[in-house]
């Protein structure tokens, strides 16, 4: 309010000069229109989502798998995230609840807990699952990459945060994308 105070006190001195109203008007928009982006940048929260296509493999899981996630920070500069991801090969199905995030340029750090899941092999409710997407721009195919990692049933919300705020790669990847495409802002 102050500064809409000290421009309609401008407006009037200007008026009472004589001078140019034209002048006026394009340092106050400029003003507006700065003072409207620096607002709109600190209040940007990280995020990454994804819909990403890849062979699991090579090893035991060579096999076509996939991953759909979302993952938002709660308030700009923090780790604390809210979101979701969810994991499909031949062998399981699980969902997890993001919980951790950190982006760094284009790429993005996330963890959950595994909140469901389908089929044997890994990743059992209650396990913590890291994962690490890299966006290197569109098309994703060919381009993007995603590692993952079960962090097993002894891991504590402590341990995944650690790596999430380490910016650790998983110990699975990274897989190069064959399908689909990752963002991450």
């Known amino acids: ?24 008007l394009s340092v106050a928009i400029a003003v507006l229109l700065l003072a409207t982006v620096t607002f709109a940048a600190s209040a940007a929260k990280p995020k990454a989502t994804g819909d990403a296509d890849w062979i699991n493999g090579p090893g035991t899981y060579n096999q076509q798998a996939n991953t759909t996630f979302n993952a938002i920070n709660t308030k700009a ?3 604390d995230a809210k979101g979701s991801a969810i994991y499909t090969d031949a062998n399981i199905t699980y969902t997890m609840d993001v919980q951790f995030l950190r982006v760094d340029h284009n790429t993005a ?17 209650g396990n913590w699952v890291f994962y690490k997407v ?6 994703g195919i060919d381009a993007d990459e995603v590692w993952g990692e079960d962090l097993g049933p002894k891991a504590s919300s402590d ?6 705020s380490g910016q650790v790669n998983p110990l699975g990847g990274p897989f190069r994308l ?3 495409n990752i963002q991450v802002h």
């Open 1 to 24: 309010m102050k500064k809409f105070s000290v421009a309609l006190v401008q407006l009037t001195h200007f008026q009472q000069e004589g001078r140019p109203m034209r002048k006026f």
């Open 77 to 79: 500069g923090g780790l």
């Open 109 to 125: 750090w996330f963890a959950g807990q595994v909140t469901s899941v389908t089929g044997t092999g890994c990743c059992a409710v």
């Open 134 to 139: 890299t966006d290197n721009g569109e098309p």
């Open 159 to 164: 341990d995944a945060y650690a790596r999430v």
């Open 178 to 180: 064959n399908g689909g």
